[in-house]
């Protein structure tokens, strides 16, 4: 059974901020969500998630198995002529039930087609009339309701989580005016920035069309063919490298609408804004090699973590805000902000925060919920219109028309997930399983036998949507504008905003990538584009490439302009509420077994999900060192009482040497590692010295403070050599 009970304890100490852009009472950001019981309080004319779903639910509790129309019937052997002959054509119940199999399958999304979902609710800080007609922003404490859908783009349905590569955070607010969706990503910008070239991008990034290798991931010629010469790609590949492409888990990413979108009034007043999630858990990243050793050992990991989460009551929450800035604007900030692959530094125009979102339960069926939400930018209500942007303009036509084919028929809007909770009125009409019984026979406007019923809802009558009255005009042409062509500033921004730690991480990522090209070519096009963005990481990446030359610096587009945005690494996280943490323990030792069932309730009581690791399941055991691994820990203890198992210790119950073997891995993923009295010889035999993020102590107190600001530290990134002179 969903539980849609809220939840704000994380939000408890975020405190509220005026805001310049809101009218109305403010009110304390997650305020009272504790105290609602359930989404069916939600006020307006919106019908709650659990509400509206129940009547679709199918429970298969204590009934008899029937055919879809609704026989009862016995489907356990197919109907034969004689006990050992032939299956028979009249079996109607063997061809239905094989039939249904058959067809199990739809296509998967042309994209982003690995992916989790989850149900939640929105809550407006305040009334924020002054900048948009949009109801759900109306009113401080106002609650709509939602689902979000989190993915990769590259991968196919059964990829890995954890690929490199851009994700997806897709919202859909079920409000009281319709279905509003922002189809967002977890970088500010995109790949190109004309939608014409979106085929070609996919085209490149997708497994090799002749073998299909590699799968999810960029680390191959076509790609980088493409950035190499698509250049406009630069930004967002930047971004990714950075740590941006290997998040620790859907809850620790942002997100953002990307493109620049208008907020209208009611009385038309339009400003541009650009949308933003912000991860109230914080930002934080895999480290590549343990992103690698997660999709090999749990190609699962973010869509059990989130899962995990909401099962557990921890909700992942995002803060939603805006950048606002006027429409004369366009140019005023050194680019162009129709220009999809580019961002706003938040130095520049601040994120205004308009209300936050908290996840709070999961979908009770994939394919029903996850995998048949339709998310299109075209989902607008009034208060909400596009920019001239071309990408965004180009989506406004695929979303919908991908859908068609996926969903093969123009009903999809029908399915639970995709109806809106208000009611629907228009003139469209039949197609492929319509589940509708319109009772209109006037199926056309304008008409007087319906008394011209359904009316045209504009701007003034009937809260209609409406768009804003926007200047165009030119002549026709097939050109992108000058304003769109410096494509090396802003990565040189992204890269001048990392820490030397992070710009390592980039430069390592980028040797990776690069060397798994084939074509000399392709690495001499992508290093000479490297150089235009910076000669210290052309000259870095190259050096692992010896088949190519760095050109000399060309400085044309060099700045010193940083973000305090970009970097992921350099901010510790608010809350380690919903991390994962392991005590390794030995069955064999009392001492251990007692020091891990009091450490374990210590840990678990800072919000943690703890794990006890021992050789065998018995009592106060979570997992086994068979099935353990350091990529299922953020931080880990050993106990006192345990060390032969780590020092010179092997076993029929676990692969050789896998209880130091996970130690070293933890440390060498850079996290927070720890132990407890005598425990600490370990980490001498595993050759960890002490250091940042190494915690050894005789006490639990100290240890406990230790690892509550190590989480958050999260990455101990100066254990990892710098390249000389960096
Ligand atoms: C020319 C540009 C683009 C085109 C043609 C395009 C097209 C598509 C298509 C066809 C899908 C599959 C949709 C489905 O099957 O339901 C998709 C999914 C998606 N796209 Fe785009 N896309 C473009 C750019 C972008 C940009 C700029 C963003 C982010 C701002 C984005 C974010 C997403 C997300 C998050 C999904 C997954 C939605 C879900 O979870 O169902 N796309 N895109």
Redesign the pocket.
Known sequence: MRSFLYFSTLLGTVAAAGCPYMSGQLRARGEDLGKRQSAASIEGTTISTQDFLAPFELNDTNVYMTTDSGTPIDDAVSLKAGIRGPTLLEDFIFRQKLQRFDHERIPE????AR?AGAYGVFESYGNFSNITAASFLSEAGKQTPMFT?M?TVIGERGSTDSARDVH???TRFYTDEGNFDI???NVPI?F?ND?I??PDLIHALKPQPNDQIPQAATAHDTAYDFFSQETSALNLVMMVMAGYGIPRSYRHMDG????TYRLVTNEGATKFVKWSWKSLQGKASFLWEEAQAVGGKNSDFHRQDIWNAIEAGIYPQWELGVQIFDEDQQLAFGFDVLD?TKFIPEEVVPVTPLGVMTLNANPQNYFAETEQ???QPGHVVRGIDFSDDP?LQ??LY??LD??LN?YGGPNFEQAPINRPRVPIHNNNRDGKAQAYIPTNIAAYSPNTLNFGSPMEANQTTGNGFFTAPRYVSGELTRELSPTFADHWSQPRLVWNSLSPAEQQIAVNALRFETSHIVSTTIKQNFINQLNLIDNGLALRVAQVLVDVTVPPPDTTYYNDNTTAYISIFSNPLPTIQGLNFGILASIYSNQSMSQAATLSQQFRDLGLFVSVVAETLVPGVNVTYSAADAIDFDGLLVTPGSESIFINGTSPLYPLGRPIQIVQNAYDYGKPVGALGSASTVFQAANILEGPGVYLSNSTTTLLADFEAGLKTFKFLERFPLDPGY
């Open positions: 999304r042309v994209v982003h992916g859908r993915s997806g955070l897709a189809v967002g990503i995109f190109i939608a070239l979106f953002w609408g990307v493109h999809d939400i339709g998310f990408v180009g989506r695929s979303y991908t859908q996926r």
